[in-house]
Each structure stands twice: as structure tokens, then as C-alpha cells.
């Protein structure tokens, strides 16, 4: 038996699985339903795994090419991997739950072109100007599939499952004109330096995947301007995020550039675990599609909050801080962060509730939370170890204080958010159907 708890509901699944809570995830037990072993994902024998081949694809055309930023990225990658979800979990007989629909299917048909269809019609309605680069890459795919029915039935799969996500994300929100709220009080956002750019404030406005409502997980806010707690947040930023801190080591700075890398290591770590895991095709399209569609309601959510309280980043505090009234802090004018500032407001942090909900889902999905993984990062030049997903989620809080984007609050709350949206997704969404 599973319990889950958040935002004042409490619900029972009963799996020997996982016990999420906002405090943290637990992994114990199955939930994939492969005990201790999972199938082979391929051998020397065997082509490689189809939807490992598709997301990295989808990356090629959603980072590559189009440079979608992290909060815009999340709702493409969802949309390809909800698609290639419920056609594979239609071909092998719909033992979960369909995110969308279940195409009709007996098993015979080619899962391969079922992938590849879904994969590519997705990603050719998201980026049209890049059809014929994907269209190449489709017809290779198609290819090496031999000719007849189940190629043909794979295909209308693959087709049915990509037009049901096309029409789902119609007028979803995506790309709106919504702009930040710019503040000229005390604790209110403005465009932070060196570019005082605004973006993104659509993104709180998007048709979540999952949840009901994009404001389900509202928090009761950032800490009050004269509290301790404000200062405490204040004072540690400024001492270790500062572009000259003495007291932030070697390492800290690594990962504080890794973590803030655009071209995700996250994309990385979830191939990787599927490869080494050995996952089958449809342990791969469910684990994909959970990770990537919690992560993008965990975004949908954290800009939600954002546009809520509206609260300014660390290098504005800092440097009007003789204006927030708390005798805790004092002004530094000249203050500048190690990062960049992002474009949009401190609380809540995007990449700890994106990072939350796609931990705590492979924690889930895997039955454990001791799995290790690591990931590069160009930015940083580094490659980071983790012994597990827990370690990860704890870092990236850290790190986004390191980097001096944010305060521990906002990192703290932000990852609460994201566990939240996974425990959502497991109450409702992806489960084994009953027999």
C-alpha cells in the first residue's frame, strides 16, 4: 500500500512501491512490476531501443536547432514522450493506463514505426520550419523496418497516438504575450543585469499535462522582507553566490555552472538509466513519459508561483537592500552573482521543482532511490557522479544558491512543488491496469 500526501489530500494505491511525501521520496518495493531485473533493451542482435532513438531526436530538434529554453523545452519533450507512451503501451496490450488514448492494436504491429511515427509527427508540428531534416530522419527509420502490415499498422498507430497529443496541446497557452509584472517596491521583480530581459511569464498560463489546475500547489509565499528568515536567505546568497566569493570552493563553482547549463544533463541521465537498466521498449516509453511529463506540470507550476508573488532576485535585493526595512542586511551596489540572472522572478526556482518532480518520478518508476548516474555538462566541462536521486535533488538546491540566482527558500519550496506534481502523477496517472 502506497500513500501519498500533498496539498491537503491524502490518497491509498495499493502497490508495493513507493512512499512519496513533500518531505522527500522513499523507494522501496517495484512499481515498474520486474521485481529486481528488468527485460534486455537490446543486444549485439538486436536494433537499439527505439524511444531512447526518438528522444534523442527530439533533443537534436528542440535544443539543437530550435535552442528552446529549459521551461519551454519541457513542454515539447512531453508532448513527443506522451505520444510514444500510448502508442507502445497500445501495441503491447495496454497493461497501463493510456496518457491520452489507446489506439487499437493486437501486438502484431512493427513498435518501432509506431515510435518513430508518434516521435516525428510531434516533433513536425512543434518545428515545421525543420521538416525536412526530420522528415530524413524518419524515412531512415522507417527503412530499416521490413515492408508489409506490421510496419503499415505500426505507422497508424504511431499516428493516431501523435494527431490525440497534436489536438490535446491546441491552444494550450504555449508562446502567449503574457509579460512579468516589473515592481518598483520593496521585494518586487524587476529585470535583473547585465541583459534586463523579461521572458517566459506564458509558461504559468499553460494547460497543465496532469494537474488540474496550474495553481494546485500554491505556497503560502516568500518569507516576509523583515524577517529572519529573509535575512538568513539574504546573507548566505550574498556571502556564497557573490561573482568573487572567497567561501564558495572549486567544486561548489562546478556545480553551480553544471546545474545551470541550458543544454540539460537531465536528457542524458534519463537515456543513460534506461540503457544501463536494461529497460525494454515499454519500460522506456512509461519511464520517459512519467519523467518528462512531470517535469513539465513541475515547470507549469513553479512560473505559476512565479507570477504569484513576483518577488525579486538576489542581485536586485542585494542591491537595494538598504529599502527591504530588515536591520539583518545591509547593501552592496556593486553585488553580482556568479550566473547570469535568469529572466523571470526568484520564487519559486524553475530548475528545483523541475529537478524534484523528475527525481522523485525515476525513484518511483525504479522502486529505489540508490541508483547511481552522472551526466556532462560543456558548460562546466565536468562530468558529476551521483550515488542517487535524492543526492541529486540536494545538490541542485545548493547549486542554485552557489550560483547566486536564488535563495534558499525559493530552491527549498520550489522542490517541495515538483514532488508534489509526482505524487499527483502516481495517484492518477501511468498505472498498472487492474486485472
Request: glycine share 8%; with cysteine; proline share 6%.
Amino acid at each position: 500500500m502506497v500513500k501519498l500526501r500533498y496539498a491537503g489530500w491524502t490518497g491509498v494505491l495499493r502497490r508495493k512501491a513507493v512512499h512519496l511525501s513533500v518531505a522527500g521520496v522513499i523507494a522501496v518495493g517495484s512499481p515498474t512490476g520486474l521485481g529486481s531485473s528488468f527485460a534486455n533493451a537490446s543486444t549485439p542482435d538486436t536494433p537499439p531501443n527505439a524511444v531512447i532513438v526518438w528522444d534523442r531526436n527530439a533533443q537534436t530538434a528542440i535544443w539543437d536547432v530550435a535552442g528552446q529554453q529549459p521551461q519551454v523545452q519541457a513542454r515539447s519533450f512531453a508532448m513527443v514522450h506522451g505520444a510514444v507512451y500510448d502508442a507502445v503501451n497500445a501495441i503491447a496490450g495496454t497493461p497501463y493506463q493510456p496518457y491520452l488514448i489507446a489506439p487499437p492494436a493486437d501486438g502484431t504491429e512493427s513498435t518501432d514505426a509506431a515510435v518513430a511515427t508518434a516521435g516525428f509527427l510531434v516533433l513536425n508540428a512543434l518545428f515545421p520550419e525543420q521538416q525536412a531534416r526530420l522528415k530524413t530522419q524518419y524515412d531512415e527509420a522507417l527503412a530499416v523496418i521490413p515492408d508489409g502490415t506490421a510496419k503499415q499498422r505500426g505507422i497508424t498507430v504511431g499516428t493516431q497516438a501523435a494527431t490525440a497529443m497534436n489536438a490535446a496541446r491546441q491552444n494550450d497557452g504555449a508562446f502567449g504575450d503574457q509579460t512579468w509584472t516589473v515592481g518598483t517596491q520593496p521585494g518586487q521583480w524587476r529585470p535583473a543585469p547585465p541583459a534586463f530581459a523579461s521572458d517566459g511569464a506564458w509558461v504559468g498560463d499553460l494547460k497543465p499535462f496532469l494537474l488540474r489546475s496550474a495553481s494546485m500547489f500554491r505556497t503560502s509565499g516568500p518569507p516576509s522582507l523583515t524577517s529572519r528568515r529573509y535575512a538568513r536567505d539574504f546573507n548566505e546568497v550574498k556571502s556564497i553566490g557573490s561573482a568573487t566569493s572567497t567561501v564558495r570552493t572549486a567544486d561548489q563553482t562546478q556545480a553551480a555552472i553544471w546545474w545551470h547549463d541550458r543544454h540539460l544533463a537531465e536528457w542524458e541521465i534519463k537515456r543513460q538509466l534506461a540503457t544501463k537498466r536494461q529497460l525494454n521498449t515499454l519500460q522506456t516509453a512509461r519511464m520517459f513519459a512519467m519523467v518528462d511529463l512531470a517535469e513539465a506540470d513541475a515547470t507549469i507550476a513553479c512560473y505559476n508561483e512565479k507570477a504569484a508573488w513576483n518577488f525579486w532576485r538576489p542581485v536586485t535585493a542585494i542591491r537595494l537592500a538598504d529599502t527591504d526595512g530588515n536591520p539583518g542586511t545591509a547593501a552592496d551596489p556593486g553585488w553580482t552573482p556568479l550566473l547570469v540572472t535568469p529572466p523571470h522572478p526568484d520564487y519559486t526556482s524553475g530548475h528545483t521543482c523541475f529537478t524534484a518532480a523528475s527525481m522523485s518520478a525515476l525513484a518511483y518508476f525504479f522502486g529505489r532511490d540508490d541508483i547511481p548516474f552522472s551526466g556532462y555538462s560543456a558548460a562546466s566541462g565536468t562530468t558529476r557522479y551521483f550515488r542517487s536521486f535524492s543526492q541529486a535533488l540536494a545538490e541542485v538546491v545548493e547549486a542554485r544558491i552557489w550560483g547566486g540566482i536564488h535563495t534558499r527558500t525559493a530552491d527549498v519550496e520550489g522542490a517541495k512543488i515538483g514532488k508534489k506534481v509526482t505524487a499527483f502523477m502516481v495517484a492518477h496517472y501511468f498505472r498498472p491496469k487492474r486485472k
